[in-house]
């Protein structure tokens, strides 16, 4: 009876020691008699004791690798520092286990030479600008490359990209030149609008006292011209006034029976009237100068 149960104890350890649960994101490669045999995928799985083995442990998912610092020259043979940073996936267990040994450091030689490769057709100032252009030539390179491994490179990244110090300064200094040349410029193009904006301000206020101007000599030579209008109409009443007056009296001369005498006596008045303006010169009809001629010989008579 021990001996029967120690048996099935025995049975029980080995089954429970050969049977294997794989994750989810994982599979193991299987070795038979030392050769490979099959990849286990997800689920409960049982090796055959002591013919099977589990020769290595597979992470499907994917991963990061940071590599340190690689030195690199440029086409214009100017040294400097980046690292990298690739992300890989395993898509065939078999081929990664058994086609190449330590696959990372396989990674890591294979993106440090790919790096120069490509660097070394850059120059410095095209390296610092194409880091897009870098990044996708590497993971085309390292994807080719590692396909027989069984690995996928999805993406590669260059984390820093570290110039010498003489080239960090020179680029500083470059950088603060460019700023202080920026800063220049927008303080004169300020400048600049500024001068015009007053220039525009004097010139519009010289239009606009220009056109007041206009205005006002344009008013001013109305008033003027009204004025005249005004004396002028002023001046035809008073005539105007002066003849009806006239009229009226000649008429009420008439009316009252006056001789031609009487009445050439009156137009030698107006006459009188006349020679006390600012007239230098008056011309007396030729019928008026006989009546003249009488009145003054009459009244020499009666002296």
């Given amino acids: 009876m021990f001996w029967i149960l120690a048996i099935l104890f025995i049975i029980i350890v080995v089954i429970a020691v050969n049977v294997r649960i794989v994750p989810q994101a994982s599979a193991y490669v299987i070795e038979r008699l030392g050769g490979y045999d099959t990849t286990w995928g997800v689920g409960i799985h049982f090796k055959i004791p002591f ?41 065939d267990p078999k081929m990664y286990a058994y086609g190449v040994d330590n696959p990372i450091m396989a990674i890591e030689k294979l993106t440090a030479t790919t790096l120069r490769n490509i660097i070394g057709d850059m120059e410095l100032d095209q390296t610092l600008t194409s880091r897009e252009v870098i990044n996708t030539n590497m993971r085309s390179a390292l994807d080719v490359a590692t396909d027989p491994w069984g690995i996928k490179v999805n993406r590669v990244e260059l984390k820093n990209i570290i110039p010498p110090e003489a080239i960090r300064n020179a680029m500083e200094k470059q950088m603060k030149a460019e700023r202080e040349r920026r800063e220049a410029i927008l303080r004169a193009e300020g400048e600049k609008k500024s001068t015009i904006l007053v220039a525009e301000g004097q010139k519009e206020s010289a239009i606009l006292e220009a056109e007041a101007e206009k205005q006002a000599a344009i008013l001013r030579a109305e008033a003027e011209k009204e004025r005249k209008i005004r004396e002028a109409e002023g001046q035809a009443e008073a005539i105007r006034v002066v003849q009806m007056a006239n009229a009226e009296g000649i008429k009420f001369l008439k009316e009252a029976g006056a001789d031609d005498a009487v009445l050439t006596i009156k137009k030698l008045e107006a006459f009188e009237k006349a020679a006390n303006g600012t007239a230098t010169k008056i011309i007396i009809p030729s019928e008026i100068q006989g009546v003249a001629g009488l009145v003054k010989s009459v009244g020499e008579i009666v002296k």
Wanted: proline fraction near 7%.
């Fill in 51 to 91: 013919l099977d083995r589990v020769a290595k442990r597979v992470n499907l998912k994917e991963q990061v690798v940071d590599f340190p610092p690689q030195p690199v020259i440029t086409k214009d043979n100017v040294t400097m520092q980046i690292d990298t940073v690739v992300f890989f996936q395993i898509t």
